[in-house]
């Protein structure tokens, strides 16, 4: 559409002020405005929001904006009511030099939904501009003998205006010799030649004087002027003469200085001075020509001497002239025109209209980042551009039109990854070979809270002394999250809970800020070994996310509690009365002291030490049992009453202790009355009992030890005697048995017995015995005339590695009763040499084949304790 607008100037004259014309293009969106130069700011435009149908309302909403891709802003918008005006006055002649078009392109961005439209002013030329003579005075030498036709160029005027503004014609004072004949030249700009119309006569005027005058074609039209001096010279009556009146050349652009466009040849017939010829530019050569290019005098090469640009003008035309040096030499003139070759040597521009930044790490595939143009100002191929991204971004360039793309999400973003991409925008031409440009778009990414807190541990195990001081810190708990800001600060709690039927409050509690856990309470590790509780990690988001993690908590023991003496029982700190046989030998077992520790590990591992003592060289405890034994046997002057101080101490650090005393009785003999066998184990806590059991034991023991010799060396004699010889029941290599009667057993075996230091205990939980019979028989083998042996017992020896006494158990009669046949005189050879060859078979038959009981006895042990080769042994009596 066409639309015009006029100003009235202050004076009161109105003046043409704008022709424009509004061009829009429906398929790319492009609106074409005209307007006139040097208009002053604030001047009409057009309505852009009219025009693109827009809703004034909503400009300012949807960010309406204008971006020129040229340094200054010419026009601006006016958000109010969507007009188009001059910002700032435009000089076509500056902008756009002497190109006959001259517009320029700006692109209008519209967001929410995103719109893009292109915009192009084009600016018409007013007549601002007179044409001006590069000299303002012309010196001419023309030779007398010079015929009527010659032509002699003139400097040609320049208008800076284009069009109807530029030069139209130049007009030449009257003058009788000479006329103008005025030529247009491709580009379509005109140049005068001075024409001699009548010959000249040096004699009757040697000079002549005439106003040349260019005219422009404007309303009102401008003119120039420059005075034409004409000196008339004497006849050379040959001028050289150009191989071509026109020349065609071409020329690469950004050529080096100094490269040789062409190289012209002039010939002249005369001889002599008047035949040297020399080149230069004739007056037609413009000022930019002269710039660009030299003429050597002498060869008339004519070189590059400034910088081809194709992108300024891609078409050179260059008038050079060849003159002689004779008198009165007349200059001849040829026309070269240079057509300039574009080569690939701009970059292409990557201009950034609109970004927007940050992004959160939310939005959808296909939100739109920045809005890019790109453009090169060669031509052609190298003029094509193609704009691109790297692929393993998640981001997509989308090309809207021409030379304009969109950048836009292509995929999720997760700012915990990558918190901010650097774009790098890869714009290439197609000149060969290509040039690029690269620039960097940052996108900085926000956070949302889509990440829970996590704990740098699956759980936590804290271990804390007992006895802990209230409100001192237990340990710390740490959580992590990886999102940013609020989503990031954490607050610790302890979830509800109960410990022991109490809440878990009473117990620990935490810093919120920190994590660090505090107990609120003295744990005992007595009365609580462990706990565990909840701690949970929530952030500050929207919504909040949370997390949970258990923390154990283990109680450690600590060397808190005395060991508490439980036998014997002491009153007023001292215990009863244990009587000690006079005749007791060196090891007797006097009494035991137990005791007990409430704590655990080596904090409840006790040790026991004689304190004090009457005489410290008759008694000594055992260190690890807390067995009293005699260290010698006792004299008859000592004294009957002895006090024993017994220090228990626990491996705690530090230990802790406990005393007791015990009082010591010296009896010439212990009662004869046996306890009942079952009862052992219940007079554990007696002291008077157990000392009545050992010593009765013992004389059985030593009683049954003595039997056993006596029965060997019987046998023997009568094994050697008949000939014959008897089986005995099998046991192990290392622990063999054997079997005899108590009543075989002499009370002469009780000093034997004494020496052995054995600890008899009975035992009632014995499950069963061998059989066995037995018949003794004085001529050999028949049957017997012996009887059934009396109740028999079954006697087993073993060591312990921390006592330094040996138990005895005794164990009650087996029955049905079992008899051994005694008419094996090889029986008798096992026995006295310890039995370690005795045949393991040999003596399970002979135990399934004889009805009498026996009392089997650890052989091996028995021959270490008669012998006293070393520590008494610790003997367990059980059932076969």
């Known amino acids: ?134 000299w303002t005075e012309f010196n001419l030498d023309i030779s007398e003998s010079a015929v009527p036709g010659s032509r002699f160029p003139l400097e040609s005027a320049q208008d800076l205006d284009v069009g109807s503004n530029s030069l139209r014609t130049y007009l030449l004072s009257v003058n009788e010799h000479f006329y103008l004949d005025i030529q247009t030249r491709s580009d379509g700009s005109k140049f005068a030649e001075l024409v001699l119309q009548t010959p000249l006569d040096r004699e009757q005027q040697s000079a002549h004087q005439m106003v040349l005058t260019a005219v422009d074609g404007g309303a009102p039209e401008r003119s120039g002027t420059a005075q034409i001096d004409v000196t008339v010279l004497d006849a050379n009556d040959n001028a050289p003469v150009f191989d071509q009146s026109f020349y065609r050349v071409r020329l690469d652009e950004n050529a080096p200085k100094g490269t040789v466009v062409i190289r012209l040849n002039a010939s002249d017939l005369d001889e002599g001075p008047n035949a040297d010829i020399t080149y230069s530019f004739s007056g037609h050569a413009p000022i930019k020509v002269r710039q660009l290019f030299s003429v050597d005098p002498h060869t008339g090469e004519i070189k590059v ?82 704009c691109e991204i790297p692929h393993h971004v998640p981001f997509q360039l989308h090309s809207s039109f021409k030379n304009y793309y969109t950048l836009v999400t292509s995929d999720f973003l997760d700012r915990e990854a990558v918190a901010e991409y650097n774009i ?43 006895n802990n001081a209230p409100g001192s810190s237990i340990c710390s708990v740490t959580a992590l999250d990886p999102d940013s800001g609020q989503n990031a600060y954490l607050s610790y709690s302890v979830l509800e809970g109960d410990i022991q039927g109490m809440p878990v409050s009473t117990y620990v509690s935490i810093n919120s800020d920190n994590g660090n856990i505090y107990a609120l309470r003295s744990f005992d590790h007595e009365q609580l070994k ?24 283990f109680i450690l023991d600590q060397n808190d509690n005395p060991p508490v003496i439980t036998s014997p029982v002491a009153r007023n700190g001292t215990a009863p009365c244990a009587p000690v046989p006079r005749s007791a030998d060196a090891g007797f077992l006097v009494t035991k ?115 056993i010799i006596v029965l060997v060396a019987v046998r023997r004699l009568k094994g050697r005697a008949s000939g014959k010889t008897s089986s005995f029941p099998s046991s192990s290599s290392s622990s063999s048995c054997c079997c005899y009667s108590p009543a075989e057993l002499s009370s002469t075996t009780t000093e ?47 060591l312990t590695p921390e006592s330094s006494k040996s138990d005895f158990m005794f164990l009650k009669p087996c029955s049905p009763v079992m008899s051994v046949q005694q008419n094996n005189a090889k029986s008798t050879d096992y026995l006295t040499s310890g039995w370690s060859a005795l045949d393991r078979n040999e003596l399970s038959n002979n135990r399934a084949a004889t009805p009498n009981r026996f009392l089997y006895f650890s052989a091996q042990v028995l021959k270490q304790e008669l012998d006293m080769d070393q520590e008494p042994a610790k003997l367990s009596l059980q059932k076969i």
């Not at 008198?327 to 057509?339: M, Q, T």
């Not at 197609?430 to 699956?458: E, I, Y």
Request: negative net charge.
């Open 530 to 553: 462990n706990f565990q509780v909840t701690v949970q990690a929530q952030d500050a988001g929207f919504p909040p996310l949370k997390n949970n993690v258990s923390v154990s908590i």
């Open 424 to 466: 790098t925008l890869t714009a290439r031409d197609m000149g060969s070979p290509p040039l690029f440009t690269r620039r960097t778009v940052l996108v900085q990414v926000s956070d949302v809270n889509d990440n829970a807190p996590h704990f740098k541990q699956p759980s936590y195990s804290v271990y804390l002394t007992e």
């Open 752 to 798: 034997v017995f004494k020496k052995s230091n054995l600890n008899v205990r009975m035992s009632s939980g014995a499950s069963g015995c061998a059989e066995a019979h037995s018949s003794s028989s004085s001529g050999g083998g028949g049957g017997g005339g012996g009887g059934v042996l009396p109740q028999m017992y079954c006697f087993k020896m073993c």
């Open 593 to 707: 002291v137990n005791a007990a520790d409430a704590d655990a590990g080596q904090n409840s591992r006790l040790f026991y030490q004689l304190l004090q003592a009457t005489d410290p060289s008759l008694f000594s405890i055992a260190l690890y049992t807390g067995e009293v034994r005699t260290l010698r046997q006792i004299e008859d002057k000592e004294p009957n009453r002895h006090r024993l101080v017994i220090l228990v101490k626990d491996n705690g650090q530090p230990p802790l202790s406990a005393t007791a005393s015990i009082i010591l009785s010296v009896v010439d003999s212990l009662p004869e009355s046996q306890p009942d066998l079952d009862d052992l184990h219940s007079s554990h806590h007696s002291p008077n009992v157990t000392l009545y059991i050992i010593v009765a034991l013992g004389a059985v023991s030593f009683t049954f030890l003595l039997a």
């Open 305 to 386: 001497k400034g910088v081809i640009d194709y992108e300024k003008a891609r078409m050179h035309e260059i008038y050079v002239q060849a003159k002689d040096k004779g008198p009165s030499a007349v200059a001849v003139h040829c026309k070269v025109l240079v057509n300039v070759l574009d080569k690939n040597d701009n970059l292409p521009e990557v201009i950034l209209t609109s970004v927007s930044t940050p992004v959160q790490e939310d939005v959808p595939p296909g939100t739109v980042i920045a809005v890019i143009s790109v453009m090169d100002r060669d031509s052609g191929e190298n003029g094509n551009v193609d």
């Open 1 to 134: 559409m066409q639309m015009d607008a006029a100003r009235r100037r202050p004076g009161g004259k109105w003046f043409h002020l704008a022709l424009f014309t509004c061009f829009l293009d429906a398929v790319w969106g492009q609106i074409r405005y005209s307007i006139p130069e040097e208009l002053e700011h604030g001047a009409f435009v057009g309505n852009i929001a009219e025009d693109l149908g827009l809703d004034l309302d909503k400009l300012s909403v949807r960010r309406f904006r204008i971006v020129s891709g040229s340094k200054k802003q010419y026009v601006e918008v006016n958000l109010e009511n969507g007009v188009l005006f001059v910002n700032e006055r435009i000089d076509r002649e500056e902008l756009c030099e002497q190109s006959s078009s001259c517009s320029f392109h700006l692109q209008v961005v519209i967001e929410n939904p995103l719109d893009l439209y292109r915009v192009e002013i084009e600016i018409l030329d007013v007549n601002d501009n007179s044409p001006i003579f590069p």
